[in-house]
């Protein structure tokens, strides 16, 4: 709205002031006095200076607020806990929030603005020449339709390359995170990543280069366009001046006006390549922010309740392979149970199913008789302590890891939670960095172990879930934390292979393998 | 280099070629039709005619051409600044990494190398042709009417300063806050991203939330404060033309009626150069920001110094290792000593939290120990040159990488020239050949970011396999059946302890690092690792 009335004020200027400086190039022609002629253009140009540097902070805030809100948008959707099936990789989403995000720059900030100028000025120019020399509105108003033409046509064409020149991008960027993620494995193996790096720079050189010949090919058409006009505007009137067909002072008011008629027209299309990228942008967005949600909404049984599998079978999109088939699990209340099976039988998916993560194609898991699906995914989550395979950590303390998710835990029972995992020699106050180099995998391991303890003793949660357990840790800290969150009574679902640990379960479950196509 | 020389001269002076041929559209057309109103034989304008038709045309097909060469140029510097920066984070690693969020680092390195070929493409070719422009213009009017052309020359000279100087002083700090903005943005999603799954089933994902979505208000804000500059540089070179418009206007009471239109005009003929410039200097805070960030990264100091003076890799293979003391910032480790011979297995048993990986990674030559020896066949290992000792020791540990690429690109990262039937036999021989086999795509089945798409036990098997591929003599190996189950776990290690000799001679020695006393109980000898306590401080005892 804002950017269509500085449009016009600026359409108004750039007429106003081809007037004046027309005036003064043919009063000097005649030797004549300027009076305040000079005064009214060093005006204009001022105004026209003001409503330029409008411009540019309503089109640039507008830009920012929508990308941010997208941000947030984005991430409020990698941790919204009604999300199903895989979240999105971190070097995808970087490259979407930052590269990605200037994509919108263009768009929002310069396309869009610039759209708006490129209808306001040549038409109100077009007008203004019609009244001053018909011809001429004749010439611009044949050629400026063209431009549109051919940015359209072209358009088209290069649709394709500008697509695969994002995925190039994103190739990249994947690349670069996997060589940044291997570097100690490259330099075990001796293997230099240069010339990998060269090769994928060099191809994405490649992709970017066929597109931007086709690119520039279409600005390259549309700048002669444009220049072409210009020339045949001022040709046919010199030689109309010459025969005294048309004045001076009207003369120059054309010539002047001619090129910014086609100035906006023009910028929108070098700029039409960014809105482009910025449509892509908005497509992957899309890809990212489009998924299944969980719509569940009843309470979460506050107490230990049986859970069932019940014809359960699940396949991830885009595999052929079954991820789990079960046709019935029975876990009673308290129950210690191992789901026990070959690699691939799918002991992690029964795990996210469990942490409504994702759920059945077919078949349902029920909590005391309730389908998983009808409970509110937040609250069930509130009864789960889930120790993962590799636990991650967050920046902060010791404690800010070991508490985090756990409600009203005394200190004196955090202090011992920590010495029963065996952690009470490491100090608490040292700031831990999520990416942590020097925290050993046995010691996220028991931090994890330690937080989910304190789940189950403070009331919270009753269902406790262990991928995996003996990842980095020794088996005799295992067998007691098992023992103790037996003693506190809690459901207890875990994916093991050590005979030790599978020893402590009441009852193994074994996963039948799915059938491999051999 | 030489080639891209001759492309980039090439691409400038097209580029320049462009602008004049746009200034001299405007300014032949101008003196066209000031000329017409004299009323001369038209053959008298045929001059002025051509001209005007051929910069009509030549603006546009030199700006194609200067487009393409200068993009190449771009491109291929691009490809190079990538590489010379993974030069130098091979260099610094693991040890310059461990204080980086990766997310930060990531998208610092992806995006900064992309800003620097904004350099050329936006901020020197801008400036470049817009002054060569500039130059011409001012030179032919000092030819026309001196005193033009010195009222031209001055206000373009005020405005380069002013654009130059004055207005990157004015964004430089809001530019400075949202660029730190956007790395804390990337650094928190990428944490929240790797820990997102777990974060939601904690129920704690409103910390994260408001962080990142702090970050993205902080950016939003600090943009809103460029704003106030963004169209500055476009109203200062506004104000420039209409001052130059006036000031020409009034000495040209007496030149040459003919010459009125081309005096006036060109001002208004530079106006695209001019706005070259803004846009030069709108681009350049991002690119400066990047050169800084990939120097500091260039002056990053190597972990590991290699010898001033390296001796030849001793073809012999036995290790030994005396009083060694090991950790990052501080010792980790109490001092230990062990030697491995040819064809030996020896356990090293640490329990979990003693410092496992960071004794791995002495023995690579991956940090420096704080004190000690270590000899590689008899010679001392600060004497050779750290990659020629990791072409010896090779390591596999217990949350090993795998690539986001096929099964048999990244067997081949252990020898990039082994054959089919060779990355079979090793599959075979960790027992996964079996699996692969069943896959519909085989060797070629991707394997996902991180081996996502493997299990825990799969994914280690295939990294020893790996490791088999290629020549090392020891091996060092973390936690290496972590996550396999027991049976296969103690077959597993039954195979590879086997791999010690062929035919009864002995081709590699293993170093097994566990806490697993059943795993330990297969090696021949075993030592055991104690944590330094952690009161005590070693710096400057031993060696």
Known sequence: MFSVVLGAATALLVIGISWLVAELVALRFDRSTLSVLPLAVLAAYLIRALVAWLHGIVSERASSNVKEDLRKEI???????????????????????GPGMDAFDGYIGRFLPQLALAVIVPVSILVAVVFTDPLSALIIALTLPLIPLFMALVGLLTNDKVQRRWAAMERLGRHFADVLDGLIVFKVFGRNQEKGLQEIGHRHREESMAALRLAFLSTFVLELLATISVALVAVSIGLRVVDDKLALAPAMFVLLLAPEAYLPVRRVGILFHDSQEGATAAAELLDILEHPRHT???????????????????????RTQTALKADLIR????????????SGCGKSTALSLLLAFEQPDQGQVTVGGVDLAEINPEDWRRRIAWVPQVPRLISGTLIDNVTLGVEGAEPN??????????LAE???????????????AGERRRIALARALLRVQTGQAWLVLLDEPTAGLDAEREQQVVQALTQLGATLVLVSHRPETLALVDRIVELSSVEVTL | M?????????????????QISAVGLLLAAAWLIVRAAQHPPVLYLMVAIVSVRFFGISRSVFRYAERLLTHDVAFSDAVDQRV?????????????????????????????????????????????TGVAATSAVVAVLVFLVPSAGFILGVIALLLGVAIRVVVPTLIKQSADRASSARGEMAAEVSATALSAVELVALGETEKPRRIAHEAASHISRGEHKESWFAGLGSALVLIAIGSAVVAIAGITR?????????LLLAPMALAEAWDGWVEAERSRPQVTNAEQRLAALAATPKPVQDPDSMLELPTSWDLAVTDLVCGWDTPLIAPCSFSVNPGETLGISAPSGTGKSTLAWTLLRLIEPHSGHMTLGGTDVATLRAADVRTRIGYVGQDEVVFDTSIKENLRIGNPEASDEDLWQSLSRVRLAEFVRGLPSGLDTQVGEGGSQLSGGERQRLCIARLLLSGHRIWVLDEPTEHLDEPTALALMDDVLALTHDDDEPVRSIVVISHSDVLLSKVERRVTLRPLPHSTNLHGTGA
């Open chain 1, 75 to 97: 991430v409020d959707d990698l941790v919204d806990p009604r999300r199903i099936g895989p979240r999105p990789s971190s070097s995808r989403l970087i490259t979407l929030l």
């Open chain 1, 296 to 318: 569940g909404t009843q309470a979460a049984p506050a107490d230990r309740a049986i859970i069932e599998f019940r014809d359960v079978a699940l396949t991830y999109p885009g």
């Open chain 1, 331 to 342: 876990i009673e209340p308290g129950e210690r149970v191992a789901l026990h099976g070959p």
């Open chain 1, 413 to 422: 029972e955090i202090v011992n939670v920590l010495s029963e995992v065996g």
């Open chain 1, 426 to 440: 490491f100090d608490r106050d040292r700031q831990l960095l999520e990416h942590a180099a020097d925290v050993s």
């Open chain 2, 2 to 18: 030489k080639r891209r020389g001759l492309v980039l001269a090439g691409g400038v002076a097209l580029g320049i070629l462009a």
């Open chain 2, 84 to 128: 010379a920066t993974y030069r130098d984070l091979d260099r610094i690693a693991p040890a310059g990494l461990s204080g980086w969020r990766r997310g930060d680092l990531m998208s610092r390195v992806v995006d900064d190398v992309t800003s620097t070929q904004d350099r050329l493409l936006r901020v020197s070719l801008n400036w470049w």
């Open chain 2, 254 to 262: 007496s030149v040459d009626p003919v010459l009125v239109g081309v």
